[in-house]
């Protein structure tokens, strides 16, 4: 392990540099726009709207957290919102009474890590290339979705999801505290742990991880198993926001959740990155998407928006790198 | 040339491989076809079969393009949508307006390519994100022009998908001519070679001083334009476009390309691989439709050939 605290220790001032970088830029960056948008439409400052924007981030930063994982390690999930649907329509499936709520979670997660194995044994095992690897997935349990409802889902969320998705104590969301509690803990999980630090080197440079005997596919395959499970968690949670749910839930999370890691200066090459930044992006994300609302922009900017986002970022930390 | 004959040679055989396994599926699934239903043998459903690959064909022969360079070209699915929801609604049932919209619809194509291709090349951004971006842009512009199906076509536009020559469909007859022409390019021009080359050694490709910039605009410039073509047959096809015709392309113009043999890390495959790729998944579809399966299970089958054919190459890749 001498040369793995060796390795990270060289990467040191780097990444420090970067990481204070974008932890100033990201949280300016926030803060200015909520500013601009409160100048231009007061009610964008009132209660009901900021707790109402507080109650869209947590769905969209609980995929990114998993999103973060996978991405530093040199990939992309695009199965995630798949793995949402499903999961939103499991919670239906039973009687919608609270005392399923146990058995929803598990079989919902159940399903969101086996889909990260089957993702994390394409990409590593049979070298697919992450997007389609998680593409056919994605496909392939949409498929299954539609074959098991018929097209079109029935029954209720259970009244516990119901108030974990959408209610709030003392103005602050249930689901965001779950936010918090899973961003504390897989945060300190990827800055803190051994495993975490395999991740960066592994996703850094896969060669080296192997070189200092890191078990790099075991790693990339855990990382695609946390966004698995973490979307299938978000999915439960955004069923619990929605109400309703459809075979859509979830629809775009995949680009959105890809499109706030990395305009939170998480890396699309690899190794960089981290939590904070890529729920700095979904803040910022869902902050944009409000506004544009509120201003009587049509909808549709939101998708242009998106769009043009991811490529700008991207480009913006290419640049910065080389 | 010399330095290129290497390439040439391996790629030939990479393709010559993929080509005999989807040849030899394509066989199997004729045989199997016909002994299911007496219907699958008649000629109009062979027929049919060719219309229905028509619009799949088109969008793959540029997406093999642009993932022989090692890219892939994202856009398509949203390019479709818009291009084919302009053809109808601006077309708006004048017959005097099928040739200037058809042309305009085809540089709008091949200028949406070309923008992507600049993205990619001023940005230094994977043609993914750039691609993936341009999708999502491309999808909110056609949900502003309109929310459902535009405009109309004149009568005699359906001439396109279901017209014949020489008792052939009219598509199909184009299909194998652009097909033929496009490996000729791949095969004999020297950017056809360099296509190859980028694809291959990105950075040899540079050491080399072979024009990546060239190249890219070509691939994508391409793409787009077959973009634009597909967008009219399917205009002409389903005599009206809407937000959401090309919504399923994105992924079934992978399909056939890593079905033919072409591998996504670029500088191997072919458009012939492409092609039969292209005939497997409309029969596979056709036999399941005469097998009563429903789309749900046909799009789950999807997604496992997708599976099943990349490990497949690129198990024969390590081997090699």
């Known amino acids: ?322 | 040339m010399t330095a290129l004959a290497p390439i040439r040679l391996s790629s030939r055989l990479r393709a010559n491989q993929g080509v005999l396994v989807v040849a030899a599926l394509l066989v199997i699934l004729l045989i199997f076809g016909a002994f299911i239903s007496d219907r699958f043998r008649t000629t109009s459903n062979i027929l049919n079969i060719f219309e229905q690959s028509t619009g799949l064909a088109l969008v793959s022969l540029g997406q093999t393009l642009a993932i022989l360079t090692g890219g892939i070209d994202l856009s398509v699915g949203s390019m479709i949508s818009l291009l084919s929801t302009l053809t109808s609604g601006l077309i708006a049932g004048k017959a005097s307006m099928v040739l200037p919209v058809a042309i305009g619809i085809l540089l709008l194509g091949l200028l949406i390519g070309i923008c992507n291709g600049l993205l990619i090349i001023w940005l230094r951004v994977h043609p993914l994100i750039v691609t993936l971006g341009m999708s999502a842009v491309l999808q909110g512009i056609v949900l502003l022009y309109s929310l459902g199906p535009a405009g109309s076509v004149p009568p005699g536009f359906n001439f396109l998908a279901y017209g014949k020559v020489l008792g052939l469909p009219i598509g199909a007859v184009f299909i194998l001519v652009l097909f033929l022409l496009v490996a000729l390019f791949l095969r004999y021009a020297r950017l056809g070679r360099y296509i190859y080359a980028v694809g291959d050694d990105e950075v040899g490709a540079r050491l080399m001083g072979l024009p990546r910039a060239r190249v890219m605009l070509t691939v994508y410039g391409f793409s787009g334009f077959c973009c634009g073509l597909a967008a009219i047959y399917l205009t002409s096809r389903f005599s009206v476009g809407q937000p959401y015709t090309g919504l399923n392309y994105t992924l079934a113009s992978i399909t056939p390309v890593v079905v033919g043999g072409t591998l996504l890390s670029g500088g191997k495959g072919g458009v012939f691989g492409t092609l039969l790729g292209v005939y497997l998944i409309s029969l596979l579809n056709n036999v399941l439709n005469f097998m009563d399966v429903s789309t749900h299970y046909q799009l789950i089958a999807q997604g496992l050939i997708v599976i099943a054919a990349v490990s497949v190459y690129v198990e024969k890749k390590k081997r090699v």
């Not at chain 1, 051994?194 to 991880?209: K, Q």
């Not at chain 1, 998407?289 to 769009?307: D, E, R, S, T, Y």
């Open chain 1, 1 to 322: 392990m001498v040369d793995v605290s060796q390795a990270s220790g060289a990467e040191g001032p780097a990444i420090s540099m970067k990481s204070r970088l974008s932890s100033y830029a990201l949280p300016i960056f926030l803060i200015a726009l909520i500013a601009i948008s409160g100048i231009v439409s007061p009610a964008f400052l009132s209660t009901s709207n900021i707790s109402n924007m507080l109650l869209q981030v947590a769905p969209l930063g609980i995929v990114v957290i998993g999103q973060a994982f996978v991405i530093i390690l040199r990939g992309l999930d695009l199965s995630v919102s798949s793995v949402m649907a499903t999961a939103a329509v499991i919670a239906t499936g039973f009687s919608g009474q609270n005392s399923d709520v146990l058995s929803i979670l598990l079989v919902a997660v159940g399903i969101g890590i086996a889909t990260g194995l089957v993702n994390g044994w394409l990409v590593t095992k049979r070298s697919v290339s992450p997007f389609l690897a998680t593409l056919a997935t994605m496909i392939v349990l949409q498929g299954f979705r539609f074959a098991y409802t018929q097209g079109a889902p029935s029954g209720n969320v259970p009244p516990l999801f119901r108030q974990i998705g959408s209610a709030t104590w003392h103005g602050v969301p249930y689901n965001m505290m779950l936010l918090v509690v899973l961003a504390v803990v897989f945060g300190v999980v990827l800055a803190k742990s051994r495993f975490g630090r395999e991740v960066y080197i592994t996703g850094g440079n896969p060669t080296t991880a192997r070189l200092l005997g890191i078990n790099a596919d075991r790693v990339t395959i855990i990382g695609y198993v946390i966004s698995g499970a973490l979307a299938a968690i978000a999915g439960l949670v955004l069923s619990g926001y929605v109400g309703i749910v459809d075979n859509w839930v979830g629809r775009g999370f995949e680009l959105d959740s890809i499109v706030a890691a990395v305009m939170g200066g998480i890396s699309l090459s690899g190794g960089q990155g981290g939590i904070l930044g890529g729920l700095f992006g979904a803040a910022i994300l869902v902050v944009v998407f409000n506004a544009v609302l509120l201003f009587g922009l049509p909808v549709q900017l939101q998708i242009i928006i998106k769009g043009m986002v991811i490529v700008l970022a991207a480009a913006f930390y290419v640049r910065r790198r080389i």
